[in-house]
């Protein structure tokens, strides 16, 4: 057995790790990083780059078959179901190199590419090699949940873990879950060309606000997605090509191929935690607020620690464990600044509080102010008018945005900032936007927290009456 010792051993290459290794590295640590399977993780190779690459290929079919209203002939949107795959293939081969052991081996981390497992409290094996380590981080993410539905491990299904190497199109894809998998997936399908039934056993889109949730569900339906909420699958038969559903309520769907997308299970299993003393719940791995284990050595980021699960948290928890990795800098990872994006057309888009997390948390304080795509220039020109901002206001604050509509989660950065930076109304409201852009609406929202203060004010009319009487 080779040993080595380094001071920071990361477990996982994924959105989490890769930003830890690169940042300790080049900040003059002693790095080593471990990874079982892909560089780049889930994000890169089953998760987000697929999937916006896909929804990206729907989008220019659905857009060459409703381009009349723009003066333009509506064409036929052929989809050659292959080719769209080798577009999701190509995009990640581009961003491969970025996430590539070559790349972090230049940077000076030492790569291993091997599965780790804990053989002590500061040790742990990965193929013939046993690192020591000052510091280990646990990054090993999240894999697709397979739940015991009966009849399941008898049918052929996809995760996301297939689905993008799927190339011969499905004709009727049954999607189980209607969270931000199920629905992007379900629209970049339709799109494509296939039916969609989505079977959701409780609300579809369930974590975001109901209202803007609505705009997106309708949109959906109106392109032809079947939506079945409050149905749990609770049966599966059938074989590759003829698969049928049942759901507790007793329906019964049949499709060609069946996408399972029910949420995510921690990557825990291989990594022998006990050995460490790392306690897990059912969640993941069990952290206090500076993303620390019950081994005060061993810290665990990204969707494995079993808090919010995106890849800007995965960076984000990077940069927190970085302070203090390197620097013992007592760092806090928060979540009340954290945005999230379901990247249907129209999008959905969210930070900080919803409506009704304010109201509850806020009470009386709470002023919610709106603006419609509808009064938006720039999205008259593109006939893009679907949906609105939501801000909440608590003493000329914001403490949450939600936005549905055509860039909503460009839309939201500006919101992020403002949650990050406790940021004031006025700040938003005096800056410039240029017009026309999609963006303006973000000021008018703002705007419409000052307007009734200005202009339903008796005081500010008394004031503007005399000095209009002054001045000369
Ligand atoms: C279909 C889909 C779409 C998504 N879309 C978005 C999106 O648009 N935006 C967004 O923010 N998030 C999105 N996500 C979520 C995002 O992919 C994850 O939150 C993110 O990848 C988590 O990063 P991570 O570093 O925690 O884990 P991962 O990226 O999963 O990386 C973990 C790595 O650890 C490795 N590993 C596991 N165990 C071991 C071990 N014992 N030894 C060595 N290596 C190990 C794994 O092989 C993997 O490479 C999506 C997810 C899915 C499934
Ligand atoms: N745009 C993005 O940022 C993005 C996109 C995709 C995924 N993700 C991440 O990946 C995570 C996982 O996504 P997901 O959509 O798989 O999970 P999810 O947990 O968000 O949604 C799963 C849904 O499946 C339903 N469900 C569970 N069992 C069921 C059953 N037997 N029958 C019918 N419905 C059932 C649940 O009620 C839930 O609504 C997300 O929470 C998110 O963090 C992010």
Not at 26 to 51: F, I, R, W
Not at 86 to 109: C, K, M, N, T, Y
């Amino acid at each position: 057995m080779k040993k080595i010792k380094t001071d920071i051993l990361v477990i996982g290459a994924g959105s989490g790790g890769l930003s830890v290794a690169a940042g300790a590295v080049q900040m003059g640590a002693d790095v080593t990083l471990l990874e079982g399977h892909k560089m780049g993780g889930d994000c890169l190779n089953y998760g987000c780059v697929p999937s916006k690459a896909l929804i990206a290929s729907a989008k220019a079919a659905y857009a060459q078959r409703n381009s009349a209203k723009f003066g333009v002939a509506d064409g036929p949107g052929t989809v050659d179901y292959a080719a769209a795959k080798d577009h999701v293939a190509d995009v990640i081969a581009q961003i491969a190199p970025v996430d590539s052991v070559e790349r972090f081996e230049g940077l000076g981390v030492r790569v291993i590419r091997e599965w780790g497992r804990f053989t002590g409290a500061r040790t742990v094996q990965a193929g013939d090699t046993e690192i020591s380590a000052r510091r280990i981080v646990i990054a090993t993410g999240s894999s697709p949940l397979v739940p015991p539905i009966p009849g399941l491990e008898d049918v052929p299904f996809e995760t996301n873990e297939t689905l993008f190497d799927l190339r011969d199109r499905p004709d009727h894809l049954l999607i189980v879950g209607g969270g931000p998998i199920g629905m992007e997936m379900a629209q970049a399908h339709v799109r494509l060309g296939c039916k969609v039934t989505v079977i959701e056993g409780d609300k579809a889109l369930g974590k975001d606000d109901p209202e803007l949730a609505q705009v997106v569900l309708q949109t959906l339906k109106g392109e032809g997605v079947e939506i079945i909420e409050g149905a749990q699958a609770s049966k599966v038969s059938g074989k590759a090509g003829d698969i049928t559903i049942e759901t507790d309520d007793g329906q019964r769907f049949h499709g060609s191929h069946l996408l399972m997308a029910v949420g995510r299970k921690s990557n825990t299993d291989r990594l022998d935690l006990e050995v460490a003393g790392v306690e897990t719940t059912k969640r993941g791995v069990k952290v206090d607020d500076k993303l620390r284990s019950s081994n005060r050595r061993v810290y665990a980021i990204g969707d494995v620690a079993g808090g919010m699960q995106f890849t800007h948290v995965a960076g984000y928890h990077g940069g927190v464990v970085i302070r203090s990795l390197l620097f013992a800098l007592p760092a806090k990872a928060k979540t009340s600044h954290i945005p999230w994006v379901t990247y249907t057309d129209p999008e959905l888009a969210q930070v900080g509080l919803t409506e009704a997390q304010a109201r509850k948390q806020h009470g009386d304080k709470v002023e919610v102010v709106r603006a419609d795509y509808a009064h938006n220039d720039r999205a008259l020109t593109e006939r893009k008018t679907q949906g609105f901002i939501k801000v909440m206001v608590v003493k000329g604050r914001p403490v949450g945005a939600s936005i549905v509509g055509h860039q909503a989660g460009e839309l939201i950065n500006l919101w992020a900032l403002a949650l990050s930076a406790n940021m004031k109304m006025s700040k938003i409201a005096g800056m410039v936007s240029p017009y026309p852009t999609i963006s303006e609406l973000n000021k008018r929202a703002a705007g419409a927290y000052f307007s009734p203060r200005l202009f339903d004010s008796s005081l500010v009319k008394t004031v503007v009456g005399l000095v209009q009487r002054f001045i000369p």
